[in-house]
């Protein structure tokens, strides 16, 4: 059962609206970087959830603090197409010669339909959708929950990680006050979400890995557990690291590094196509017939 505020989690004001920084916030909106990933990431992962009914708690309690966070940025978005006027200098080209770059900008004014999301002029009325920056529509492919609790809360630290970059670029993008304040306020919720998951991997114990640490490792081939391969056809060995030498990060294990790693296995030699797959006579019967021109 949810529940709703009409007033938004935190203030959003545009002082200048710029169209094209509204096609730029789609990016946090839709983006694999964005919140309706973290959002439907957190939610799946907590109805799924099984063992300590805390974590199922801070899952949900999270995933519906991102609800806000994506009507906090559509409001931006359709704030930055309201009364935008059809030539300006645009505030994010005057903040960031890098996007000027990529829009062609460069330092003339210009119309601004060449960079906006046509399809927050045809499809939407000046507002937000489910989608990234370029109007591709989220998919769900990058939403992760395995159902183990660990292996989860990496994917969640890796999810506010690349989504804390994302808002930093945006901040950086634009020089509209209002909209810097919007997302100092997210970058900072970013920073907390990536400690409480952190936090969630540190109070579950020291032995969480490897994931699943509930597997009965005499299966494993543990001789290939904790080496570092090295693929360069001419044996040269890397360059050593934390990640080829020493202890093991689980301790239970010391890395090691292997130069020049050599195939185990053979070519693969698969058997003639099957009669009912539709493949042609000569990958059935193994022995193609010979040109009679050669």
């Not at 400690?195 to 579950?204: D, G, N, S, T, Y």
């Not at 299966?219 to 044996?235: Q, S, V």
Request: charged share 20%; with cysteine; glycine share 8%.
């Amino acid at each position: 059962m949810y529940y709703f505020d009409k007033r938004l989690q935190y203030p959003v004001a545009v002082e200048s609206p710029d169209p094209i920084f509204a096609r730029q916030l789609q990016q946090a909106i839709g983006g694999v970087e964005g919140e309706i990933r973290v959002c439907l990431q957190y939610f799946f992962q907590a109805w799924g959830a099984r063992g300590p009914a805390k974590y199922r708690d801070v899952l949900l309690n999270t995933a519906t603090e991102e609800i806000s966070h994506i009507e906090m940025l559509a409001t931006a978005v359709a704030l930055n197409l309201e009364n935008a006027p059809a030539t300006m200098q645009e505030t994010t080209l005057q903040a960031n010669p890098v996007v000027g770059a990529v829009m062609g900008g460069g330092e003339r004014p210009r119309h601004v339909i060449e960079g906006m999301l046509h399809r927050h002029l045809l499809s939407t009325g000046m507002a937000a959708f489910p989608a990234n920056c370029d109007g591709v529509p989220f998919d769900c492919s990058h939403i992760y929950a395995s159902g183990n609790l660990a292996a989860d809360m990496y994917c969640n630290v890796a999810a506010e990680s690349t989504g804390r970059t994302l808002a930093v670029r945006l901040y950086n993008s634009t020089a509209d006050r209002g909209m810097q304040d919007m997302l100092s306020y997210l970058i900072a919720r970013d920073t907390m979400h990536q400690q409480q998951w952190l936090a969630v991997i540190e109070e579950l114990g020291p032995d969480q890995l490897p994931i699943p640490n509930s597997f009965d490792r005499s299966k494993e081939a543990t001789e290939f557990a904790y080496m570092f391969m090295g693929t360069e056809r001419n044996g040269t060995a890397p360059a050593p690291g934390r990640y080829s030498e020493g202890p093991s990060l689980d301790g239970q294990g010391q890395f090691s590094l292997r130069p020049g790693f050599e195939p185990l296995g053979e070519a693969p030699n698969l058997g003639p196509a099957r009669p009912d797959s539709a493949a042609q006579r000569e990958q059935m019967s193994g022995t193609p017939k010979t040109n009679a021109l050669s």
